[in-house]
Nanobody, 114 residues
Framework: QVQLVESGGGLVQPGGSLRLSCTAS????????MAWYRQAPGKQRELVAA???????DYADSVKGRFTISRDNAKNTAYLQMNSLNPEDTAVYYC????????WGQGTQVTVSS
């Protein structure tokens, strides 16, 4: 079964940036729509951004203009560049397909705080 490993999270001040990575154990990044999701404490998991095999992207309104999703098919890796972070972006970030077909990974914690 394909496994997903997220990395790149951390503690950052408001206005800062982080780049998340999601590496899949199988060659799925080039086949499926890949997406980043996040789950804040006490809230449901929500879609943040998605990228189709053809390169088209889709973003939640709350992150448009600040986050950029990309992928490297050769590395089976999807990325999420996050700029102008604010405390509302604090969450555990996960990647999966869209819709989610794979077992969820551990996620990576992003904390935005001064």
């Amino acid at each position: 079964q394909v496994q997903l490993v997220e990395s790149g999270g951390g503690l950052v001040q408001p206005g800062g940036s982080l780049r998340l990575s999601c590496t899949a154990s199988g060659s799925i990044v080039s086949i499926f729509v890949m997406a980043w999701y996040r789950q804040a404490p006490g809230k449901q998991r929500e879609l943040v951004a998605a990228i189709a095999s053809g390169g088209s992207t889709d973003y939640a309104d709350s992150v448009k203009g600040r986050f950029t999703i990309s992928r490297d098919n050769a590395k089976n890796t999807a990325y999420l560049q996050m700029n102008s972070l604010n405390p509302e972006d604090t969450a555990v970030y996960y990647c999966n397909t869209r819709p989610s077909r794979l077992q969820w990974g551990q996620g990576t914690q992003v904390t935005v705080s001064s």
